[in-house]
Structure formats: structure tokens, C-alpha cells
């Protein structure tokens, strides 16, 4: 069993940053695969980014790639979603997840004004 709660989301202006982070704990974190997703109001959960249990190895959505970095610290048992360059389209509830077991956090609210 893993537990993952989300932080950092808020209020942001069109072209500002944010970093989200999520916290994990029970299973050996350092094994695992790691996401981010994301849902907007009205529609379909969509993945945002992933990074491999080593760190090593990442990846993005099209629309986020150059904007968004995803990143661990398996010390902290801790992932990092930093978000630059944010658009008013990235608004939506970001998710932590580790899919392969089915484990989802509670999500965070991001909201980009224009």
C-alpha cells in the first residue's frame, strides 16, 4: 500500500510558475514508477508526466513538454512536478499516481488566470 498526498497547487497568472509536490509513504518508494496526471472540469483525466523509480528516465505530454520538469528526491521519498510558462489551459486538478499498483493521491487544484 502507498499513500500520496499532493501540495502546491494555488492561483496563478497566464506565463507564472508553480512546483507540486507529493509525498509518498508505505511501499519502497525508490522502486517505483512515478506520475503526474491531470483533470480538467468536464473532462477525462490526462497523463502530464512520468519518471522512471531511478530517476534516470522521463516523460511528458506534448502539451506540457519544455514547461514542465518532473523530478524525484527517493531520499524524501518525495516527486516534483515544477510547471513554468503556465497557461490558462493548464488549469485542472493535478494528481499524483503510481499507476502500475493503482495508487492516487487526492489531488490539487491548479488555476492559471488569463
Known amino acids: 500500500q502507498v499513500q500520496l498526498v499532493e501540495s502546491g497547487g494555488g492561483l496563478v497568472q497566464a506565463g507564472g510558475s508553480l512546483r507540486l509536490s507529493c509525498a509518498a509513504s508505505?511501499?519502497?518508494?525508490?522502486?517505483?514508477?512515478m506520475a503526474w496526471f491531470r483533470q480538467a472540469p468536464g473532462k477525462d483525466r490526462d497523463f502530464v508526466a512520468s519518471?522512471?523509480?531511478?530517476?534516470?528516465?522521463?516523460s511528458y505530454a506534448d502539451s506540457v513538454k519544455g514547461r514542465f520538469t518532473i523530478s524525484r528526491d527517493n531520499a524524501k521519498n518525495a516527486v516534483y512536478l515544477q510547471m513554468n510558462s503556465l497557461k490558462p489551459e493548464d488549469t485542472a486538478v493535478y494528481y499524483c499516481?503510481?499507476?502500475?499498483?493503482?495508487?492516487w493521491g487526492q489531488g490539487t487544484q491548479v488555476t492559471v488566470s488569463s
Open positions: 519518471i522512471s523509480s531511478d530517476g534516470l528516465s522521463t
Open positions: 508505505g511501499r519502497a518508494f525508490s522502486s517505483l514508477v
Open positions: 499516481a503510481v499507476t502500475f499498483y493503482g495508487y
